[in-house]
């Protein structure tokens, strides 16, 4: 069992920086595969980024590549996202998922997930 706890959403003004953090508890964090998804409202849940167990294969929706950087440090438990150059169309939930899956982009391919946190992008 993982248990995932998110944080580092907030407010920014568009162009700024936010840096997500999700803390996994369970000795096994580094056996998953780690992947971001968001959600705006009335809008269904979308992937963001995914990164494979080593951190050595990272995948980007199109829409964040460039401006995001997903990362991970094993030892801490803990997966990060980088986000620059935010625009107003990146405000939604965040979540952070674990997999052992072989499908990274499907929201269905992830066993466990965190509660979320809003991130809020003004123009």
């Known amino acids: 069992q993982v248990q995932l706890v998110e944080s580092g959403g907030g407010l920014v003004q568009a162009g700024g920086s936010l840096r997500l953090s999700c803390a996994a508890s369970?000795?096994?964090?580094?056996?998953?595969?780690m992947g971001w998804f968001r959600q705006a409202p009335g809008k269904e849940r979308e992937f963001v980024a995914a990164?494979?167990?080593?951190?050595?294969?990272?995948l980007y929706v199109d829409s964040v590549k460039g401006r995001f950087t997903i990362s991970r440090n094993n030892a801490k438990n803990t997966v990060y996202l980088q986000m620059n150059s935010l625009k107003p169309e990146d405000t939604a939930v965040y979540y952070c998922?674990?997999?052992?899956?072989?499908?990274?982009?499907?929201?269905?391919?992830?066993?466990?997930w965190g509660q979320g946190t809003q991130v809020t992008v003004s123009s």
């Open positions: 369970g000795r096994t964090f580094s056996s998953y595969r």
């Open positions: 998922a674990a997999s052992r899956g072989h499908l990274p982009t499907l929201a269905t391919d992830y066993v466990y």
């Open positions: 990164i494979n167990w080593s951190g050595g294969n990272t």
